[in-house]
C-alpha cells in the first residue's frame, strides 16, 4: 500500500532540490580567480576585500579576465564600479579568443555590455568587441541612459537565454538584441586600455557579487516600446510582433511592392535570392534598368529598419513620403535616406557640406556620423528613419542618430527651396506615401526590411 504521507514529503524534497539547483551560483568565491585567466592585455587583476580589481594601466591594449569556463544560456548578474568618467569597461558574453591575434598576445572577440560613464551614456548596449562594432547603443533607448550613477556600484543583469540577449541596469531594461551568431562562450571582466588619456593610469574597475544561473532558466519579459535589434534575417519574433511591426520584405518574394510608375514589379533590374533583394548593376545611371520599386501601401507615421549592403562606389536610396503625383522621368520623388559609398562615389563631395552623404537626408541635410560606427563596404549596416506624428522624422546609421528634422517646419522649407528639390510644390509634406527603393544603376542589397505605425 503506498504511503502517501512518504511519497508526499519524497516529491517536496525533490521539489526542494530542484528548486535549489536552478538558483544563482558564484562565478566567484570572494576569495581566489580559480576559474578565471587574465589575456590580451597587461593590466592587473587581484582579489581584494571580496571583490575582482583591475588596474587601468598605460601602454596596454585592452585587458580581460575571461573564465575558463565557456557558458550557452545563463543569467548573470554582477556589481560594477569604475573610477573616473573618461574611459569605459564592460562584461563580455559568449565571448571567444584569438591566440594569434593583437601580436601574439589574443584578440578578444564577442558581445560585450558596455560600461560607460562618459557623457554619451550607453551603459548597459551591446558592442561587439574586435568584430561588427556597436549593436545596440542607447540612441535606441534613450529612456535608459540616466540609469548609470557615476563613480559608484551599479548592478547588471544580463540574460542569455537561446538566440537573444537582455540587459538591465539598476533593475531596469536596457538593450534587446537578437543574433545568430554564438551560441556559446566565455564571459570576461574588462579593464579598457587607456591610450594616450594618462589620467587615467591607475584608476581601478571593481567587481562583486558575480552570479550565474545555468539550469531552470526563464526569460523575463521587457515592458512594451523597447527598440530590438533582431540580427536573424527577414524574421520578426513575437515580442516585435507585439509591438506592431510586419516585414515589408519576406525574404523570398516582391509581395507588397510594384514598380514606381508601374503597376506591377518591373521584368528586370531587381533580383530577389537567398533572402536578399537587390538592384541589379546597369552603369550607374538613374532609374534606366528595372526602375525605383515602391511599396502598395502608403504610411503617415512610422519606425522603418532595414538593412543593406554597398558594394564598392555604389549609390541607391530609401525614399519616404512617395505620392508618385509628380509623374516625373528618371528616380521617383521623396525624402530620401541616401544609401552611398561616400568614399568611391562623386555624389559624396557633390551637395551641400556632405548633404549627399550616406545615411543623410538627400540634398538637404548632412548626417553627423562618426567613422567608428560604420561598417566596410560589403557588410551589413542597418538603417532606420523614425517618422513621428507631429512630422519630426530621425535617421539613425547602425543604431547611432545622426541627423533630425522637422517636416513643414520653417527650417525644412528654407533648405527646400535652396534644394534640387525647390521648384516641387510642397516637397516633403504630403500627409502620406510609399516606401521606395532606389534603382540608381549600381549593385546593393537590401534585407529584414520592417515597418511599424505610429
Same mark, same amino acid.
Given at each position: 500500500?503506498?504511503?502517501?504521507?512518504?511519497?508526499?514529503? !519524497?516529491?517536496?524534497?525533490?521539489?526542494?532540490?530542484?528548486?535549489?539547483?536552478?538558483?544563482?551560483?558564484? +562565478?566567484?568565491?570572494?576569495?581566489?580567480?580559480?576559474?578565471?585567466?587574465?589575456?590580451?592585455?597587461?593590466?592587473?587583476?587581484?582579489?581584494?576585500?571580496?571583490?575582482?580589481?583591475?588596474?587601468?594601466? *598605460?601602454?596596454?591594449?585592452?585587458? =580581460? !579576465?575571461?573564465?575558463?569556463? /565557456?557558458?550557452?544560456?545563463?543569467?548573470?548578474?554582477?556589481?560594477?564600479? +569604475? &573610477?573616473?568618467?573618461?574611459?569605459?569597461?564592460?562584461?563580455?558574453?559568449?565571448?571567444?579568443?584569438?591566440?594569434?591575434?593583437?601580436?601574439?598576445?589574443? !584578440?578578444?572577440?564577442?558581445?560585450?555590455?558596455?560600461?560607460?560613464?562618459?557623457?554619451?551614456?550607453?551603459?548597459?548596449?551591446?558592442?561587439?568587441?574586435?568584430?561588427?562594432?556597436?549593436?545596440?547603443?542607447?540612441?535606441?533607448?534613450?529612456?535608459?541612459?540616466?540609469?548609470?550613477?557615476?563613480?559608484?556600484?551599479?548592478?547588471?543583469?544580463? &540574460?542569455?537565454?537561446?538566440?537573444?540577449?537582455?540587459?538591465?541596469?539598476?533593475?531596469?531594461?536596457?538593450? $534587446?538584441?537578437?543574433?545568430?551568431?554564438? *551560441?556559446?562562450? =566565455?564571459?570576461?571582466?574588462?579593464?579598457?586600455?587607456?591610450?594616450?588619456?594618462?589620467?587615467?593610469?591607475?584608476?581601478?574597475?571593481?567587481?562583486?557579487?558575480?552570479?550565474?544561473?545555468?539550469?531552470?532558466?526563464?526569460?523575463?519579459?521587457?515592458?512594451?516600446?523597447?527598440?530590438?535589434?533582431?540580427?536573424?534575417?527577414?524574421?520578426?519574433?513575437?515580442?516585435?510582433?507585439? &509591438?506592431?511591426?510586419?516585414?515589408?520584405?519576406?525574404?523570398?518574394?516582391?509581395?507588397?511592392? #510594384?514598380?514606381?510608375?508601374?503597376?506591377?514589379?518591373?521584368?528586370?533590374?531587381?533580383?530577389?535570392?537567398?533572402?536578399?533583394?537587390?538592384?541589379?548593376?546597369?552603369?550607374?545611371?538613374?532609374?534606366?534598368?528595372?526602375?525605383?520599386?515602391?511599396?502598395?501601401?502608403?504610411?503617415?507615421? =512610422?519606425?522603418?529598419?532595414? /538593412?543593406?549592403?554597398?558594394?564598392?562606389?555604389?549609390?541607391?536610396?530609401?525614399?519616404?513620403?512617395?505620392?508618385?503625383?509628380?509623374?516625373?522621368?528618371?528616380?521617383?520623388?521623396? +525624402? /530620401?535616406?541616401?544609401?552611398?559609398?561616400?568614399?568611391?562615389?562623386?555624389?559624396?563631395?557633390?551637395?551641400?557640406?556632405?548633404?549627399?552623404?550616406?545615411?543623410?537626408?538627400?540634398?538637404?541635410?548632412?548626417?553627423?556620423?562618426?567613422?567608428?560606427?560604420?561598417?566596410?563596404?560589403?557588410?551589413?549596416?542597418?538603417?532606420?528613419?523614425?517618422?513621428?506624428?507631429?512630422?519630426?522624422?530621425?535617421?539613425?546609421?547602425?543604431?547611432?542618430?545622426?541627423?533630425?528634422?522637422?517636416?513643414?517646419?520653417? /527650417? =525644412?522649407?528654407?533648405?527646400?527651396?535652396?534644394?534640387? $528639390?525647390?521648384?516641387?510644390?510642397?516637397?516633403?509634406?504630403?500627409?502620406?506615401?510609399?516606401?521606395?527603393?532606389?534603382?540608381?544603376?549600381?549593385?546593393?542589397?537590401?534585407?529584414? #526590411?520592417?515597418?511599424?505605425?505610429?
Amino acid at each position: 500500500m503506498l504511503n502517501i504521507k512518504k511519497y508526499s514529503l !519524497l516529491a517536496l524534497s525533490l521539489i526542494s532540490l530542484s528548486a535549489a539547483a536552478q538558483k544563482a551560483k558564484p +562565478l566567484f568565491d570572494g576569495k581566489t580567480l580559480t576559474g578565471w585567466k587574465a589575456v590580451a592585455g597587461a593590466a592587473p587583476y587581484k582579489v581584494e576585500d571580496g571583490m575582482i580589481v583591475g588596474t587601468m594601466t *598605460k601602454g596596454t591594449p585592452n585587458s =580581460f !579576465l575571461i573564465t575558463e569556463k /565557456e557558458y550557452g544560456d545563463f543569467i548573470l548578474e554582477l556589481d560594477v564600479k +569604475l &573610477e573616473g568618467e573618461t574611459t569605459n569597461s564592460g562584461v563580455q558574453t559568449r565571448s571567444h579568443i584569438k591566440p594569434e591575434g593583437n601580436n601574439g598576445k589574443g !584578440l578578444v572577440f564577442g558581445r560585450q555590455v558596455e560600461i560607460d560613464p562618459t557623457p554619451r551614456a550607453w551603459t548597459g548596449g551591446i558592442y561587439d568587441e574586435a568584430r561588427r562594432l556597436w549593436l545596440y547603443p542607447l540612441e535606441l533607448n534613450p529612456s535608459a541612459k540616466p540609469l548609470y550613477k557615476k563613480n559608484e556600484f551599479n548592478h547588471y543583469k544580463i &540574460e542569455c537565454i537561446g538566440n537573444e540577449l537582455k540587459t538591465w541596469v539598476n533593475g531596469s531594461p536596457v538593450a $534587446y538584441v537578437i543574433d545568430t551568431l554564438d *551560441k556559446s562562450g =566565455f564571459i570576461g571582466l574588462q579593464v579598457h586600455g587607456i591610450g594616450n588619456n594618462l589620467d587615467n593610469d591607475g584608476k581601478k574597475v571593481y567587481f562583486k557579487n558575480i552570479n550565474i544561473q545555468t539550469e531552470g532558466l526563464k526569460a523575463k519579459a521587457f515592458p512594451k516600446g523597447v527598440y530590438t535589434v533582431n540580427l536573424t534575417p527577414n524574421t520578426l519574433s513575437a515580442y516585435e510582433k507585439s &509591438e506592431g511591426y510586419k516585414l515589408l520584405f519576406d525574404g523570398k518574394s516582391n509581395a507588397g511592392w #510594384i514598380g514606381a510608375y508601374k503597376t506591377t514589379f518591373p521584368t528586370k533590374g531587381w533580383k530577389i535570392s537567398d533572402g536578399v533583394i537587390s538592384v541589379e548593376p546597369s552603369g550607374g545611371a538613374e532609374s534606366t534598368n528595372g526602375g525605383d520599386i515602391v511599396t502598395k501601401e502608403e504610411y503617415a507615421a =512610422f519606425d522603418l529598419s532595414f /538593412e543593406f549592403k554597398l558594394t564598392p562606389g555604389a549609390n541607391s536610396g530609401v525614399k519616404y513620403f512617395v505620392t508618385l503625383s509628380e509623374k516625373n522621368t528618371g528616380s521617383a520623388i521623396g +525624402l /530620401e535616406y541616401q544609401v552611398l559609398d561616400d568614399v568611391l562615389h562623386p555624389d559624396a563631395k557633390l551637395g551641400r557640406d556632405g548633404n549627399r552623404t550616406l545615411a543623410s537626408l538627400y540634398d538637404l541635410m548632412t548626417a553627423k556620423k562618426e567613422a567608428r560606427y560604420l561598417r566596410p563596404i560589403g557588410s551589413w549596416n542597418n538603417g532606420r528613419l523614425v517618422v513621428y506624428p507631429n512630422n519630426k522624422v530621425e535617421h539613425y546609421l547602425n543604431g547611432v542618430k545622426v541627423l533630425e528634422y522637422t517636416r513643414g517646419s520653417e /527650417e =525644412f522649407k528654407k533648405l527646400v527651396a535652396i534644394s534640387k $528639390y525647390k521648384d516641387w510644390k510642397n516637397f516633403g509634406e504630403a500627409p502620406k506615401g510609399h516606401i521606395l527603393l532606389q534603382d540608381h544603376g549600381n549593385k546593393v542589397d537590401f534585407r529584414t #526590411i520592417k515597418i511599424k505605425t505610429l
